[in-house]
Protein backbone atom coordinates (compact mmCIF):
# COMPACT_ATOMS: atom_id res chain seq x y z
CA UNK A 1 0.00 0.00 0.00
CA UNK A 2 3.07 2.42 1.14
CA UNK A 3 4.21 1.67 -2.97
CA UNK A 4 1.22 2.47 -4.61
CA UNK A 5 0.94 5.72 -2.50
CA UNK A 6 4.18 6.46 -3.61
CA UNK A 7 3.18 5.65 -7.38
CA UNK A 8 0.35 8.05 -6.72
CA UNK A 9 2.40 11.19 -4.85
CA UNK A 10 4.82 10.60 -8.38
CA UNK A 11 2.28 10.98 -10.91
CA UNK A 12 0.28 13.77 -8.78
CA UNK A 13 3.82 15.77 -8.70
CA UNK A 14 4.85 14.33 -12.44
CA UNK A 15 1.57 16.57 -13.81
CA UNK A 16 2.27 20.05 -11.56
CA UNK A 17 3.72 22.67 -14.05
CA UNK A 18 7.28 22.78 -14.68
CA UNK A 19 7.96 25.42 -12.73
CA UNK A 20 5.94 24.25 -9.61
CA UNK A 21 7.42 20.67 -10.27
CA UNK A 22 11.45 21.89 -10.26
CA UNK A 23 10.97 24.45 -7.50
CA UNK A 24 9.03 21.12 -5.60
CA UNK A 25 11.71 18.62 -6.31
CA UNK A 26 14.64 21.00 -5.51
CA UNK A 27 13.23 21.82 -1.97
CA UNK A 28 11.67 18.54 -0.73
CA UNK A 29 13.57 15.70 -2.49
CA UNK A 30 17.16 17.89 -3.11
CA UNK A 31 16.67 19.92 0.07
CA UNK A 32 17.58 22.90 -1.22
CA UNK A 33 16.83 26.26 0.06
CA UNK A 34 14.56 28.53 -1.50
CA UNK A 35 17.28 31.54 -1.24
CA UNK A 36 19.47 28.97 -3.06
CA UNK A 37 16.76 28.16 -5.89
CA UNK A 38 16.19 31.66 -6.60
CA UNK A 39 19.53 32.43 -7.16
CA UNK A 40 20.09 29.13 -9.66
CA UNK A 41 16.78 30.25 -11.36
CA UNK A 42 17.54 33.88 -11.20
CA UNK A 43 14.30 34.90 -9.82
CA UNK A 44 13.55 36.21 -6.49
CA UNK A 45 13.44 34.03 -3.31
CA UNK A 46 9.22 35.51 -3.31
CA UNK A 47 8.60 33.90 -6.02
CA UNK A 48 9.88 30.46 -5.28
CA UNK A 49 8.35 30.47 -2.14
CA UNK A 50 4.92 31.64 -4.35
CA UNK A 51 5.77 28.47 -7.12
CA UNK A 52 6.20 26.03 -4.06
CA UNK A 53 3.05 26.83 -2.61
CA UNK A 54 1.39 26.81 -5.68
CA UNK A 55 2.72 23.20 -6.02
CA UNK A 56 1.61 21.97 -2.50
CA UNK A 57 -2.20 23.56 -2.96
CA UNK A 58 -2.10 21.63 -5.95
CA UNK A 59 -0.32 18.38 -4.72
CA UNK A 60 -3.28 18.39 -1.71
CA UNK A 61 -5.85 19.13 -4.00
CA UNK A 62 -5.19 16.40 -6.36
CA UNK A 63 -4.30 14.16 -3.36
CA UNK A 64 -6.82 14.52 -1.04
CA UNK A 65 -9.36 12.36 -2.45
CA UNK A 66 -7.34 9.59 -2.52
CA UNK A 67 -5.95 10.16 0.49
CA UNK A 68 -9.60 10.34 2.27
CA UNK A 69 -10.55 7.18 0.14
CA UNK A 70 -7.38 5.23 1.17
CA UNK A 71 -8.04 6.47 5.07
CA UNK A 72 -12.15 4.78 4.47
CA UNK A 73 -10.39 1.70 2.91
CA UNK A 74 -7.94 0.98 5.76
CA UNK A 75 -10.50 1.95 8.46
CA UNK A 76 -12.80 -0.76 6.53
CA UNK A 77 -10.37 -3.33 6.72
CA UNK A 78 -10.27 -3.22 10.43
CA UNK A 79 -14.05 -3.07 10.83
CA UNK A 80 -14.30 -6.09 8.44
Do not use: H, N
Request: glycine content about 8%.
Amino acid sequence: EADEMQLLIAEAVSQLPDRCREIFRRTYLDGCKSRDIAAELGISQRTVEAQLYKALKLLRRSLTGILTLGGWLALGRQIF
